[in-house]
């Protein structure tokens, strides 16, 4: 069973960065997709990024520019540099790995391994 764990949450002001990671207890190179994904209560959890078996990375329009994607599959870990932050970041971000996909990178329903999420707050 694949465990991810998140970390580098925080609060920060507007403009400021943040720098999340997601730990996996296996081998992250066999992974279709590899993305984040934030949460908002009484929201849909909307995805945020994700970047593909070979590295390519995809982004939600409202972060393209400020946020970056990245993979380790060395050190197994899944990381996301946010800068430029504002306060309609504010969320629970989650990682979340995709074993096999034939849809939509943003579409959770592609995930199968979750992390417990690390809150974000900008304001």
């Known amino acids: 069973h694949v465990q991810l764990v998140e970390s580098g949450g925080g609060s920060v002001q507007a403009g400021g960065s943040l720098r999340l990671s997601c730990v996996s207890s296996?081998?992250?190179?066999?992974?279709?997709?590899m993305g984040w994904f934030r949460q908002v209560p009484g929201k849909e959890r909307e995805g945020v990024a994700s970047i593909s078996q070979d590295g390519t990375p995809t982004y939600e329009d409202s972060v393209k520019g400020r946020f970056t994607i990245s993979k380790d599959n060395a050190k197994n870990t899944l990381s996301l540099q946010m800068t430029a932050l504002k306060p309609e970041d504010t969320a629970w971000y989650y990682c979340?790995?995709?074993?096999?996909?034939?849809?939509?990178?943003?579409?959770?329903?592609?995930?199968?391994?979750w992390g417990q999420g690390t809150q974000v707050t900008v304001s």
């Open positions: 979340a790995f995709a074993v096999v996909a034939g849809g939509l990178w943003y579409d959770s329903y592609e995930y199968h391994y």
């Open positions: 296996e081998y992250t190179g066999n992974y279709h997709w």
